[in-house]
């Protein structure tokens, strides 16, 4: 059953990792291909931190934009790595400890934003790293429910 259990894992990695490098790297986001790097990473850079969460946030509060947009941006930054707080400590065991997940998830994210900032397929923004990171958290959060609860229920049964 656990050999199953980890094909079915393996599986949606591959597939989590696929859907994943497709929306970070090959849906077009508008970029401007003919803008120098220079000017296309002033343009599109965001060191702000909150700054584009809350320009979400007053959007969504005062109506001024497609409630869709701000909560397609928001949820969707926290959710798209929300997977990997479950799949990395479920295939790494030493990404089982807060830190060492949380140092990794650092690095990958910020290693996504800055390949997204030099291929022109996204921008460098704090906001996305923050809910990124949230979204990643929040997996963890779920993967340490899981696991305790299980290595509960077997010390009952013992």
């Not at 947009?69 to 929300?82: Q, T």
């Not at 065991?93 to 397929?121: A, G, P």
């Not at 923004?125 to 990171?133: A, Q, R």
């Amino acid at each position: 059953m656990k050999k199953i259990i980890r094909l079915i894992m393996g599986i949606s990695f591959l597939s989590y990792l696929c859907a994943l490098t497709v929306l970070l790297f090959f849906i077009s986001r508008g970029f401007w291909s003919d803008m120098q790097l220079i000017e296309y990473m002033k343009q599109s850079s965001n060191l702000v931190p909150f700054k584009t969460i809350n320009g979400y946030i007053l959007a969504i509060s005062n109506g001024s934009m497609n409630l869709i947009i701000p909560i397609k941006n928001l949820a969707g930054n926290v959710a798209a790595f929300l997977p990997m707080g479950i799949f990395l400590p479920y295939f790494i065991k030493r990404l089982n400890r807060l830190k060492s997940f949380t140092i990794t998830m650092t690095v990958m994210i910020l290693s996504v934003e800055i390949i997204q900032l030099f291929t022109r397929r996204g921008s460098l923004d704090i906001d996305d790293f923050i809910l990124n990171m949230i979204g990643a958290l929040i997996g963890f959060g779920l993967w340490e429910a899981m696991t305790n609860r299980k290595v509960r229920k077997n010390a009952v049964n013992v």
